[in-house]
């Protein structure tokens, strides 16, 4: 390999390869019944085991954007694949701003809102989202008074965005195409009866 090659700490198809596999060994995982907890990031949070498995979260992806967004494997999935679009800024921005909804004490809310519009709204901001004059002006505006919504117009227009662009691509990659294709089968089928 070369020099230049080698300084790079992972490139994006091993990135791919390895979300792929991490989902893979998940989804197997989930299918023999381990509940002993997770597989490098994916998590399986214990109140969708009641729900369902993993394999039918797996498949409502593909229904719908707010399916995807409400499961914690479905961002981290997203997450993983945005990053092989060097486009994460746009999720890490709306999740940031889904935790900021959350906060109660005012001072918190103008720091959180400070930090947030330097780190992804202003121009030159180091994970900068792709959003317009006006919405970024907006925003700056309702910086000066922060209320839990100041950033709702822009998180509007980045989820639109990756709702329109980046999820359609999503649902067409090779790595959720495979993954996808093992749930249909796990959930297709039987169970195997337990050996007690």
Request: charged letters at 30%; hydrophobic letters at 35%.
């Amino acid at each position: 390999m070369c020099r230049t090659l080698a300084a790079f700490p992972t490139t994006c198809l091993e990135r791919a390869k390895e979300f792929k596999t991490r989902l893979g060994i998940f989804l197997h995982k989930s299918e023999l019944g381990s509940g002993t907890g997770s597989v490098g990031k994916f998590e399986w949070d214990s109140k969708h085991s009641k729900e369902g498995n993993f394999s039918e979260d797996v498949l409502g992806w593909r229904e719908s954007f707010d399916l995807l967004l409400s499961s914690k494997n479905g961002v981290a999935a997203f997450h993983a694949f945005l990053k092989t679009e060097f486009s994460e800024e746009n999720l890490e921005f709306w999740l940031a701003c889904e935790e900021f909804k959350k906060l109660r004490s005012a001072t918190k809310l103008a720091s959180r809102a400070h930090r947030i519009f330097e780190e992804f709204i202003c121009s030159e901001a180091p994970k900068e989202v792709n959003i317009d004059h006006e919405t970024r002006e907006l925003t700056r505006t309702n910086l000066q008074t922060p209320t839990a919504m100041c950033f709702d117009v822009a998180q509007g227009k980045t989820r639109t965005l990756m709702e329109k662009d980046s999820y359609p691509r999503f649902l067409k990659s090779p790595a959720y195409r495979d993954l996808a294709a093992q749930a249909a089968a796990a959930s297709a089928s039987p169970s195997e009866p337990s050996h007690t």
